[in-house]
């Protein structure tokens, strides 16, 4: 190495920021002098034209040697870095050299990019649950765990959902969630039950549309006033009801002031008949027979004053009366019994005998002398 003038030396010792006593003038900026450097007094050269290459001398206190310069800065997408400084750029390493910037060039993957996961939007890098499982949006992709979840469905209006799965019931939207079904309370149009219904057409007075029905009906009109279908009322002691078409069926009561003629015998004390309710009306028995009371219970009885035989062709038969044989039909027999002529057929005896005039069956014997 060239020894330096003891005269450089001295400058250089007195002077603390002597970078260059004479000589060219390199381009570039010493950098801070390391720790240390100003306890060693060294001089290894004169100025920037004794030092090889890009490199300065530079002075650190009574230190002179050759050094080289700082870099330039660098501007990067809107980040300045300085000279030698490491940075990423998404997944790629740069590095700032004297203001010029190198990378590496690795293909990165998109940034930015949403997910969609059963209907909802989550940002990229955004972290959420599926089921047991946490998730997290990478790149569009929902990246999740793999843990094995407990399936939960939920039963509504007898259909099975899944978890998380949603679905419509009418109007309303419903989710299944956590076992349970959590629907929307939006009141729903009621449906058009009557579209495509076809009426007929009627012709009466006072035609009317029912509650939930979609044609119009006619109503019922008796005795001066009008019921509605299906509607019942009272008509004395008998129970009316209005039917379709307007018309009214009634039971056939007879009603106090109708009953039939005649007095209901009297049953002495002590003597009642078993407490059954055989009529209602006089009605409800036959022939002259009323509905009488028997103490506790109802039946029909013949009445006291009234004849309760048969009457045939004007003549009366008492009860059990025979009556005539019919010469044109000998072989029938006839008895008057509870107020009605009742008929039986003769049954012959089989014999080889003889039948009288007007008779129905021969006479078993012999004959005698005068047929």
């Known amino acids: ?29 010493c950098p801070v002098a390391p720790k240390g450097t100003n306890t060693i ?36 997408k809107g980040g300045v870095y300085k000279d030698g400084a490491q940075f990423k750029d ?39 649950n599926i089921d047991c499982n946490g998730c997290s949006c990478q790149n569009g992709s929902p990246v999740c765990t793999m843990i094995a979840c407990e399936v939960k469905t939920c039963n509504y209006k007898g259909k099975v959902y899944k978890e998380g799965e949603s679905f419509k019931d009418d109007c309303n939207t419903c989710t299944c969630s956590n076992g349970y079904a959590a629907c929307t309370q ?19 007075e006072g035609q009317y549309k029912p509650p939930g029905e979609c044609c119009f009906v006619c109503p019922c009109f008796y005795k001066g006033k009008m019921y509605k279908q299906g509607e019942s ?10 039917g379709i078409n307007g018309g009214v069926s009634c039971t056939k009561k007879a009603c106090s002031g109708t009953d039939k003629p005649g007095t209901c015998p009297k049953f002495p004390p ?39 035989g048969c009457v045939l062709n004007g003549k009366k038969y008492i009860e059990g009366e025979q009556l005539p044989t019919d010469p044109k039909d000998p072989c029938k027999r006839c008895t ?35 047929y």
């Open 186 to 204: 939006i009141a729903c149009p009621l449906p058009d039950k009557c579209a495509g219904v076809a009426c007929l057409t009627i012709f009466c």
């Open 336 to 370: 008057c019994t509870g107020g009605q002529v009742k008929c039986d057929s003769i049954v012959c005896p089989a014999c080889a005998g003889y039948r009288p005039p007007g008779a129905c069956c021969n006479i078993c014997g012999a004959r005698p002398p005068h």
């Open 270 to 308: 002590g003597n009642l008949l078993p407490c059954v309710k055989l009529c209602d009306s006089d009605f409800d028995c036959p022939e002259q027979q009323k509905c009488c009371s028997t103490g506790c219970g109802r039946s029909c009885s013949i009445p006291d004053g009234v004849f309760t």
């Open 233 to 242: 009322f009272m008509d004395d002691c008998n129970s009316c009801t209005c």
């Open 90 to 128: 998404e997944c790629n390493t740069c590095q700032c050299s004297n203001g010029a910037v190198t990378c590496t060039k690795i293909g990165c993957l998109g940034k930015g990019q949403s997910c969609v996961v059963n209907g909802k939007i989550y940002q990229d890098g955004e972290t959420f």
């Open 41 to 76: 007094c060294l001089v290894q050269c004169q100025g920037d034209d004794s030092c090889p290459g890009d490199q300065k001398c530079c002075s650190y206190g009574c230190h002179v040697s050759c050094t080289n310069p700082l870099g330039k800065s660098c501007n990067y």
């Open 1 to 29: 190495m060239d020894t330096i003038p003891y005269f450089a030396f001295l400058c250089c010792a007195i002077c603390a920021i002597c970078p260059v006593c004479e000589g060219i003038v390199k381009p570039g900026q």
